[in-house]
């Protein structure tokens, strides 16, 4: 049974940074960030395969989020900069075994991100 356990979350105002963290009981191939703001449904925001040179984003969030893994440490980042309150959500750890949404399962309790103007 695979744990994974986010973390980072808070409030910011727009243009903001946050980075967020990810734990995890093991890695597996791809790791990934999917994120739901209210009333909306799952969006998956950024992908990484497992050596950390292929990455996948969202045209939404594309140049302003950057994904990254520690394979020793079995943890993964998410550094959000220039924060829109458009990016106000719930975020999720996601694990799966390809660059692609469809090949993803979020798991873990999420952590909220909240954008003020």
């Known amino acids: 049974h695979v744990q994974l356990v986010e973390s980072g979350g808070g409030s910011v105002r727009a243009g903001g940074s946050l980075t967020l963290y990810c734990e995890a009981s093991?890695?597996?191939?791809?790791m990934g960030w999917f994120r739901q703001a209210p009333g909306k449904g799952l969006e998956c925001v950024s992908i990484?395969?497992?050596?950390?040179?292929?990455?996948w984003y969202a045209d939404s969030v594309k140049g302003r989020f950057t994904i990254s893994r520690d394979n020793t440490k079995s943890t993964l980042y998410l550094q959000l900069n220039s924060l829109q309150t458009e990016d106000t959500a719930m975020y999720y750890c996601?694990?799966?075994?390809?660059?692609?949404?469809?090949?993803?399962?979020?798991r873990g309790p999420g952590t909220q991100v909240t954008v003020s103007s």
């Open positions: 996601a694990k799966g075994n390809a660059l692609m949404g469809a090949a993803m399962t979020p």
């Open positions: 093991r890695f597996f191939a791809c």
């Open positions: 990484i395969n497992s050596g950390g040179n292929a990455r």
